[in-house]
């Protein structure tokens, strides 16, 4: 014999969640944001590498390398 009764059964059921599309589009927003954050840091790494010869050889990368990055 179950412990459970038949109107707990749907309780052990996780309910599905709905999103609003105030949340979606959230989402989606942040998502983009983040991308070009990253975007925005990489091309700042790469600028700076390509300025500082020193810090690029220091990381075994040449100049030639740092240009290849940008394509």
């Known amino acids: ?6 109107s707990e059964k749907g309780a052990a059921f996780v309910a599905h969640q709905t999103f609003s599309l105030r949340t979606l ?5 942040d998502r983009f944001r983040r991308a070009r954050d990253r975007r925005r840091q990489r091309q700042e790494l790469i600028d ?3 300025s500082d010869h020193r810090a690029a050889r220091d ?8 240009d290849n990055f940008c394509r």
């Open 48 to 50: 700076y590498l390509a």
């Open 59 to 66: 990381l075994g990368i040449t100049v030639y390398d740092v």
């Open 1 to 6: 014999m179950s412990c459970y009764s038949h």
């Open 25 to 29: 589009f959230g989402v989606i927003a």
